[in-house]
């Protein structure tokens, strides 16, 4: 059993939070999914699979051979969104829209389309099935089991007036209604009957046989052996099957496997030589799932419409029904498309930058794949307790009481949850189409902290989470409250004040459908809500992760016993796991890069304060700015700074005794992040390291370990050279934003890295996305610099847009 422990209730932030329910894709790991921003919502959505078999496809890691790429082409955050999935297993492309209705909220509907990928080639018929759930998140952090006082809060779901059921299905529309105090009381869900897919009776019949006979002179006639005409299919295909979860409610998330048990498989011929899977028939009054399958023939459509009921009568829910299933949702997406295409291009001014359609394209698939990656999750976060001898945490586990958390996500394959560092970054592309969605995402985080200022680094929340963690880094589902993570957060917090925003218009246009509680919001008022845990935060960090001499930095969580396949320690903490430090972990090393970014949040939070109108603050942070600036050098740039070789001025770790210095994003990060005059001989010995094939540059951008070091490629090939994209965002930042356009010897320097790191980043991305669909996680530093590690990584990697749009937000000091 777990032991509770408490967390922080924020009620200033809970405050700014607006408590009306909104819809959306909020599920980021399934294809095709809707949900709620409450705690027990329903959920709905599609799987499919090929009517014969049963491979079923429903969340983003299933048959990851077969399905070549998927990817949202428009989705704005809010009210919709295009997707298409390319399923080369089933010769299938999937085509997916979402739309929240333009005047009445709680109402939105889903349509699946689908067509042959290749129209040269067969296709086999679709099982397309619709799933709705109503059951818990979480279980009660006491008992493990399912809370019965928590029962209401997703309720229960049914069929709604179904008649006699038989073996042949049902012909007319489906409807299933169920009641959730999550999301407001009674809803209904309604599945129209499919608008193209007709089956094909050819489709089913066997080939017909011909029978060749020798006629009187010898010929040859060709004899039919049975009617020109094949027989039509049986009536079970041309109707809708129903079947009700069977599920435990703690287990009905697990659509794919449930549904594998539902279906039956039922002959097509008398012989039994040809079968389908298909739903029994068979439902239940009250259940935490429900099933709905048609079997389809592509091309077809089909559209599936949720309202909830609130003060609605029939007739009005009827009405709003109608107005988002078939032409009328048609013309509904159709609008949305150009609303996203003129805001897109008001935002970004991509066209007007000159570049070509293809460029734009990839460009509004990163943004809108960063929107379509946000999830909500509800949870409880597994924590370490007590503290060995080095200060980490090892002997109880823990469950905090649920909590919830909005959030973009990294990837919706690889790691379809709330990661610390990587929101940093994800709020910069949020913020620069939607302040006020990005703020709402901010604000859950910040929410999050815990008392003294700790914020878990990966926030695995509630019973799917923690069921589909990968088994092969399951210990790292544990969190450990001795454990950092570099403070990005801070940097999006940051930007949306520095920049003036007015959360009420922003960057927005009119049509962009934030709901009156967010226009109204004062901007002084969230300053000064999230100015708190802000500082939580930066105290939290700076009394942890400490070093031995005042006013240095040392990363906790290192030790002999996690390590790389090639036996030197990681570093989780840092977020560069892999990245080769002192081979001997101790309590007296000091890293640069920890330094670095302590250094520019003292910096940030001294903004920050101004723009709440706190100057004794703002004046304090300066101050320990300005301190942390000066230990920096004096801690890590001090030994060999009198030479003439450029390397003797990169500032490195050091492990107590002597440098430790490998070349990489750690040693460079004082120039990312602006702490270094332009006049310094450092930022020549960076920009030398930048230029340099034999170092750090490739034809992707900047790797993250230098060539010439021992442990390129090493560990796990992963921070040991790879190319990683918010780090070279961050160098073109730095660039563009000061070393370029400040005074100093290496200003024309700067600006000539800037042009040609900029060009080689954007093109890489650009051939590897047309090469396989995706965004990449990292990118090989050697060979053609090809997409690496986790496919379909929209989340950082999508800092694309704002290196095409010369956005870089003011995120260095």
């Known amino acids: 059993m777990f032991i509770v422990v408490g967390v922080a209730v924020l009620l200033q932030l809970s405050s700014l939070i607006t408590a009306e329910v909104e819809w959306g894709t909020f599920r980021p790991h399934s294809l095709i999914a809707v949900r709620a921003t409450a705690p027990h919502s329903p959920f709905f959505g599609f799987a499919y699979h090929a009517a014969d078999s049963l491979n079923i496809r429903h969340v983003t890691n299933d048959n990851q051979n077969a399905i070549a790429s998927f990817s949202w082409s428009r989705h704005d955050g809010r009210t919709f969104g295009d997707q298409e999935i390319r399923d080369v297993g089933l010769n299938l492309l999937v085509k997916t829209s979402f739309l929240n209705h333009p005047t009445h ?3 939105c509907a889903l349509r699946v389309a689908a067509e042959a990928l290749d129209q040269s080639k067969p296709i086999k018929p679709i099982s397309l099935v619709f799933y709705a759930v109503a059951a818990p998140e979480e279980l009660d952090p006491r008992t493990n089991k399912v809370s019965k006082t928590d029962e209401g809060e997703w309720g229960s779901l049914g069929f709604e007036g179904l008649p006699y059921l038989s073996d042949e299905g049902l012909r007319d529309d489906v409807r299933i209604v169920g009641h959730a105090n999550s999301i407001g009381g009674r809803y209904s869900i309604l599945l129209k009957q499919p608008s193209l897919g007709s089956l094909s009776v050819t489709s089913f019949s066997e080939p017909t046989k011909t029978i060749h006979a020798g006629g009187a002179s010898g010929s040859r006639s060709l004899i039919r052996s049975r009617a020109d005409k094949p027989p039509d299919p049986p009536n079970f295909l041309s109707n809708f099957h129903v079947s009700s979860s069977v599920a435990q409610p703690q287990t009905a998330w697990a659509i794919e496997k449930i549904l594998s048990k539902a279906l039956v498989s039922r002959s097509l011929t008398t012989d039994g030589t040809k079968s389908l899977y298909v739903l029994d028939d068979s439902v239940k009054e009250s259940s935490p799932g429900a099933f709905v399958q048609r079997i389809l023939q592509p091309p077809f459509e089909i559209d599936a419409s949720f309202v909830l009921h609130e003060n609605r009568d029939e007739k009005t829910i009827n009405a709003i029904e109608d107005d988002i ?40 698939a990163a943004l809108s794949n960063v929107l379509g990656g946000i999830g909500f999750f509800y949870g409880s976060s597994l924590v370490k307790t007590g503290l060995d001898t080095n200060g980490l945490s090892h002997k109880n586990v823990v469950m905090l009481p649920p909590i919830s958390l909005f959030t973009a996500t990294p990837s919706r394959v690889v790691f379809p949850r709330g990661f610390l560092w990587d929101e940093g970054f994800h709020q910069l592309i949020v913020q620069s189409w939607d302040p006020a969605l990005s703020q709402k995402c901010l604000l859950s985080w910040m929410k999050v902290g815990q008392d003294n200022g700790w914020i878990p680094r990966e926030q695995v929340l509630g019973i799917e989470a923690r069921e589909r963690f990968p088994e092969h880094v399951r210990h790292l589902m544990v969190q450990d409250p001795a454990v950092a993570n570099p403070p990005t957060i801070l940097m999006p917090l940051y930007t949306l004040l520095s920049n003036g925003i007015n959360l009420s218009t922003g960057d927005r246009v009119e049509d962009d459908n934030a709901d009156d509680g967010e226009r109204n919001l004062d901007l002084q008022k969230f300053t000064r809500s999230i100015l708190s845990p802000s500082i939580r935060y930066y105290s939290w960090l700076k009394s942890t992760q400490s070093g031995h001499i005042p006013d240095s930095f040392r990363w906790r969580g290192r030790s002999d016993d996690i390590s790389s396949p090639d036996g030197y320690p990681l570093t989780l903490a840092s977020g560069l796991d892999d990245y080769p430090r002192a081979l001997a972990p101790n309590s007296e090393e000091t890293h640069v890069d920890l330094h670095s970014w302590m250094a520019w949040a003292s910096w940030a939070l001294s903004r920050m304060s101004l723009s709440a109108g706190d100057n004794t603050s703002a004046t304090e942070f ?21 030479g003439d070789d450029h390397l003797d001025y990169l500032m490195c770790d050091h492990d107590g005794m002597d440098k ?14 602006g702490l270094l005059d332009p006049g310094d001989k450092r930022v020549g010995a960076i920009l030398h390291a930048l230029q340099d094939p034999s170092l750090l540059r490739t034809r992707a951008g900047i790797r993250s370990l230098s060539k010439s070091d021992e442990w390129h490629r090493k560990g796990n090939d992963y921070w040991t050279g790879s190319v990683w994209m918010p780090f070279n965002y961050l160098a073109l930042a730095a660039l563009r934003k000061k070393y370029s356009i400040q005074d100093g010897p290496y200003r024309f320097q700067a600006e000539k890295l800037y042009n040609e790191l900029r060009k080689a980043v954007l093109e890489n991305a650009f051939n590897v996305y047309m090469q396989t669909g995706h965004l990449w996680e990292n990118y090989s530093p050697d060979d053609d610099g090809h997409g690496k590690s986790g496919r379909q990584f929209t989340g950082w990697s999508a800092l694309v847009l704002l290196i095409y749009a010369d956005k870089f937000n003011l995120v260095i000091s």
Do not use: M, W
């Open 622 to 642: 300066l101050t320990e700015h300005r301190k942390l600036k000066s230990k920096l050098i004096e801690i890590h740039g001090k030994a060999g700074e009198t």
């Open 660 to 673: 430790v210095c490998h070349i990489g994003y750690p040693t460079i990060l004082p120039l990312l992040l």
């Open 105 to 107: 909220k709680n109402a």
């Open 325 to 364: 299933t078939g032409d009328n949702l048609t013309s509904h997406l159709e609008n949305r498309r150009n609303v996203f295409d003129n805001k897109f291009e008001h935002v970004y001014q991509l066209n007007k930058k000159g570049l070509n359609e293809q460029e734009q394209v990839f460009a509004k």
